[in-house]
Nanobody, 126 residues
Framework: VQLQASGGGLVQAGGSLRLSCAAS????????MGWFRQAPGKERDFVAA????????YYADSMKGRFTISRDNSKGTGYLHMNSLKPEDTAVYYC????????????????????WGQGTQVTVSS
């Protein structure tokens, strides 16, 4: 599967953005999906994950209540809705996917994912 992330940009603190991850080349509903981010000079961190059926989600603690992961399997697209953005949310955001046998499984480490999008920059100004 090929992944194309989009929707990043410059936003003021307290603002919102919606990132999209468009999948092609394979049946999107067979893949669990996740979002990760990497700030300059830092390691890539887990943000959120969703099962292939969209029945299960999982978030990093600092994103709970602010970010929402979702997907539309009919459109082959995953989303990350980000609210109440903070300057520390500034990073390149990556979507990732992996084939999943279990419909409700979620994965939250980057080495569990096989496929990655190219990343989209999110910059939050104070």
């Amino acid at each position: 599967v090929q992944l194309q992330a989009s929707g990043g940009g410059l936003v003021q603190a307290g603002g919102s953005l919606r990132l999209s991850c468009a999948a092609s080349g394979s049946t999107f509903s067979s893949y669990a999906m996740g979002w990760f981010r990497q700030a300059p000079g830092k390691e890539r961190d887990f943000v959120a994950a969703i099962s292939r059926s969209a029945g299960s989600t999982y978030y990093a603690d600092s994103m709970k209540g602010r970010f929402t992961i979702s997907r539309d399997n009919s459109k082959g697209t995953g989303y990350l809705h980000m609210n109440s953005l903070k300057p520390e949310d500034t990073a390149v955001y990556y979507c990732a996917a992996r084939h999943s046998t279990w419909g409700g499984a979620v994965y939250y480490t980057d080495n569990e994912y096989n496929y990655w999008g190219q990343g989209t920059q999110v910059t939050v100004s104070s």
